[in-house]
């Protein structure tokens, strides 16, 4: 972990790992090279380690960084580390993308809701991948994509408007933009790599 001032001074180097994201109230989260969750306050550097649940691969903290989701024996479930309580909530088998090849692994992909009430995440069960998404106070899951071909790699944008994904078609890669209050889909005509990720801009403009 790294921590820089917007003014590109004070550039410092914390701890190592991955998955790492940066919360509204300034703390960080992510994962430690030893596979345990952590959160992280670089203004007092206080550590809070999440050891409770063994060595996790992934980790996708909420946006307040009070919960995370994760792969636990199998299964999704949804962590509140500061309760100590924890929530399954579908087979890995069906929250992940389908695998390629017999000893291949395809890690979770998932963004989260900025409000928190649910979830993306890309789904291999019927075959091809296709977006879903999970509804935290219902348990429903709703199918977002049903293209013929590869949807993958989720990503809210920041003001829960729209859902960004990577759409993978014989010709290429694409980026499409889904309007969840109309929708509709947008898919980009330039292409790109197939192993792009997205990132929206922090007011989400583009």
Partial sequence: VWSVRQD??????????????????????????????????????????????????????????????????????????????????????????????????????????PDETGFAFTSGWDGDDDIGYYDLATGEVRRLTEEPWDEQGPSFSPDGRYLAYMYHDPIGSHVCILDLTEETALKATWRVSRRAWIVWRPRGQG
């Fill in 8 to 113: 590109g001074s004070d550039l410092q180097s914390h701890m190592w790992g991955w998955d790492f994201t940066v919360h509204p109230a300034g703390h960080i989260s992510g994962i430690t090279r030893g596979g345990i969750p952590f959160v992280y306050d670089p203004a007092t550097d206080d550590q809070v380690f999440v050891r409770d649940w063994g060595m996790i691969y992934r980790a996708f903290f909420s946006p307040t960084g009070a919960a995370f989701l994760a792969e636990v024996a199998g299964a999704l479930v949804l962590v509140d580390w500061r309760e100590g309580e924890e929530r399954v909530l579908l087979p890995t088998r069906r929250a992940a993308p389908r695998q390629h090849g017999m000893f291949a692994h395809r890690a979770l992909e998932i963004s989260w809701h």
